[in-house]
């Protein structure tokens, strides 16, 4: 994984430099006492930043055991870090498995993995989980084709912070600094396509026109195509795009987006990234098996040989396909941070609301207004904005002096 910083230690000290979000959380988690010995099972991207956001946990005297969400952006620093502070870390597929032998109260999931797993808990009668978060589209949209859950989850990804902050700037600016690291290319000028027009896909198109690209937009739905429309966006289908564009971002949180069948229509010189929760949205595994040659260019660049019908061309690919935003490390860490800090006040709301005796009725329910404010309020703090709060309502118990 490629690290912006020279050591763990260094990024830790730059996010409490930039951006101490967290260590407000800290003092805050401390006023309440909610999360003293509470476990929390958490399937997700083995980083800095989650580092940084489970050293929050276990300083509140949370249990945590942490499940991998793919090795290819998995920080073994990290690892080492939060096993340190004294987290159970797992690794490998049957991760979200080990997580659940320790009999979680509360969950918090990356793809409806972990929660998935623990239907099969619940088919054979062994239900201990209180509640969950959900943070991704695709696991929304599974969790969506589940008839009956059988617990309650707040579905973080469509609260208002991560759509608008994290999913939208976060991986916009993300991808900027990806490309830039990785490429050396101005973009301006230049044809991209982004396949996918939700929060991130519109995020990542509109930062991408910020550089002067030209940019279109792959869409299936009707509606997003509008949308995308009267951002000023082209529209075009996936061969059109792949065939005149310099760089496609796949960003729809689905496998095989582009797939073995799509790669006769990709140009010459053409550069593929990934920013969708799957690693698999770039079948990378067709690319190889279709190759004639693999060359490294750089770190976490790859480029391919493939047969033309005029003899061969050349295709890039970033991150190995996963989502380079996360694989790389790029992009401010401020959207990330505001949105780990709305994750974590979802895990302590769903504890206190166990600890209080509250019956949350099982199935989806939206983020609670109530943690998205105490998260602005915490990032005003930080942005230096606290005579922002002049003109809100009173703030909430334990937050007027953090």
Known sequence: MTQPYT?????????????????????????????EGKKIGWHCHLTGLTAAAARVLLGAGAKLFVSECTAATTDWAAVTYMKQLGASVYQGADSPRKVLDNRPLVISDTGF???????????????????GCEITTSGIHRLRQVATLPLPILNINDGELKALIENYHGVGDGVLEALFRLTWRVWAGR???????????????????????????VEMDPIRQLVAHYDGFGLLDLPEALAGCELTVTATGSKAVINAADLAFVRDGA???????W????????????AQAQRTVAKHLEEYTLADGNGSKKIFVIAAG???????????????LIHLTTELLCMNFLATQQEQGSVLQSGEHPVPREV???AS?????????????KISAPLPVGLEAV
């Open 377 to 389: 309020i915490l990032a005003l703090r930080c942005l230096g904005r606290s005579d922002c709060l």
């Open 322 to 336: 996963g989502p380079a935003n996360v694989v790389l490390l790029s992009g401010s860490p401020e959207p990330t």
């Open 279 to 290: 690693a698999e949205e770039i079948d990378v595994a067709a690319i190889r098996q279709s």
């Open 191 to 217: 044809a991209v396509a982004v396949v996918g027009y939700g929060r991130v896909g519109a995020g990542v198109a509109n930062y991408l026109r910020r550089t002067g690209a030209t940019v279109f937009v």
């Open 271 to 277: 550069v593929l990234m990934n920013v969708g929760h």
């Open 7 to 35: 050591s763990l230690e260094e990024e830790l000290e730059r996010y409490a430099f930039s951006f101490p979000i967290l260590d407000k959380l800290t003092e805050y988690f401390a006023s309440q006492g909610r999360l």
């Open 372 to 374: 998205e404010r105490q």
């Open 113 to 131: 993995v972990l929660s998935s797993e623990y239907l099969k808990d619940v088919e054979v009668g062994n239900q201990y989980v209180f509640a």
